[in-house]
């Protein structure tokens, strides 16, 4: 331990439903080291100063995705910035912008689930395959047209940084279409025709207009401004292919 | 700012999400800020297609009519608004072909994957190729 403790001052958007009708800022003065993540600070604040404290984690180490939030106004997850970073101005802590706050830090994943769900994340074979027929096989090159999106790990720190999403919750948004494209650009899978149903639908490659900051604000090196923007490509050939005989839509 | 009333009645036991307002969103951050400047520059390139398509339909008056729209382009006021929408396409060439890369599907060469940066270079480059070329021709014109 240094001989000189060094604090920093953290504040809280803060809303209890059941005493507060709108969020609160609340500052906690916050007893650090060099090797403390947000995270922990949050966390010496429930132990040592105000229990009653709500936030969602789990990992600490950046792969479960529970403790995105605002930090100073930019999405990040809490276990992965240090409070050393923010020393001495201080930091602002908020739950994920866009989502509706249910207490304190945590926010509602209600809509985001139900969307995740909606696209079908998971590979759907495209003929009935017995475990005789052994494992299946794909080139590096196969392998790389999806690997970078399949590292999501649906922290939602992309909804947070979307304005469209934000404006407009039909918007399928960034992650799930980013899951979407993430199946349908694997080789194995044979569920591209149902998933780009959605994909196609004004909810979804087409509600975004290419602000492209869930690219900048993933922890996890996707691209879903990238996954949902070729696709824009592909659906307007698929409408405008859907008139020449033998092509198209129904494919 | 309000709480969703609908929200707050859906859900039972004591739940009452806190849905925060999206006004001034794009003052939040600066990349928010660069990503509306992008969008506007679209007005000065609406513009000036209507400017350019403004002359096309004097030429079609007789010779008179598109002298006169040219002598107007020679105005001070027709100068600033050059400058400006010159300063502007800058602007929009550049912010484009940075989210080009975005927009293309994973592309390789020689075996290899076409980097983001080698996309935006190679678009930023035959933009200016074409502006030279263009403004090679214009001045053997004219």
């Known amino acids: 331990m240094p001989d000189i403790e060094k604090f920093i001052e953290i504040e809280v958007l803060r809303y209890r439903p059941e005493q507060e009708s709108e969020p609160v800022l609340q500052s906690f003065n916050v007893p650090f080291t060099d090797d403390m993540s947000v995270l922990q600070g949050l966390q010496y604040i429930k132990d040592h100063l105000d229990g009653t404290l709500s936030f969602r984690w789990s990992c600490r180490m950046a792969i479960c995705g529970s403790c995105g939030m605002m930090i100073d106004g930019k999405p990040m997850l809490s276990c992965k910035t240090f409070l050393r970073d923010y020393h001495p101005a201080g930091l602002r802590v908020e739950a994920l912008a866009h989502m509706p706050i249910e207490r304190d830090l945590i926010v509602s994943a209600e809509d985001f689930i ?69 199946y349908n650009a694997d080789s194995r899978d044979g569920g591209a025709a149902e998933r780009l149903e959605l994909g196609y639908a004004d909810e979804g490659f087409w509600g975004c207009t290419a602000v492209g900051y869930c690219s900048v604000v993933c922890p996890k090196g996707v691209d879903p401004a990238n996954a949902i923007n070729q696709n824009k490509m592909n659906s307007a050939i698929n409408y405008f292919t859907r008139f020449v005989p033998g092509k198209g839509a129904e494919k | 700012m309000s709480a969703t009333g609908s929200d707050a009645r859906r859900h039972a036991g004591g739940r009452r999400p806190y849905v925060r307002s999206m006004d001034g969103w794009w003052k939040r951050d600066p990349y928010f800020i660069r990503y509306m400047a992008r969008e506007a520059t ?82 930023l480059a035959a933009a200016i190729v074409m502006c030279l070329v263009i403004f090679g021709i214009v001045w053997r014109i004219a």
Not at chain 1, 117 to 141: C, F, H, N
Not at chain 1, 149 to 174: E, R, V
């Open chain 1, 114 to 182: 139900t969307k995740l769900e909606s696209i079908k994340p998971y590979i759907i074979a495209k003929e009935p395959r017995a475990v005789s027929d052994g494992e299946y096989l794909q080139t590096p090159r196969q392998r790389e047209m999806y690997e970078q999106y399949s590292s999501c790990i649906n922290c939602m720190l992309c909804y947070a940084a979307c304005p469209q999403y934000g404006l407009d919750k039909d918007f399928t948004g960034p992650g799930v279409l980013a899951l979407l494209h993430r």
């Open chain 2, 42 to 123: 679209a007005i000065f390139v609406a513009a000036y297609a209507i400017v350019l398509l403004f002359g096309l339909y004097r030429l079609s008056q007789g010779p008179a009519a598109y002298d006169g729209w040219l002598q107007a382009l020679k105005s001070p006021l027709s100068l600033a608004f050059h400058l400006a929408a010159l300063a502007t396409f800058v602007y929009h060439t550049w912010s484009w072909f940075n989210i080009m890369p975005k927009t293309m599907p994973i592309l390789f060469a020689g075996g290899k994957r076409v980097t983001p940066a080698a996309i935006t270079s190679a678009g």
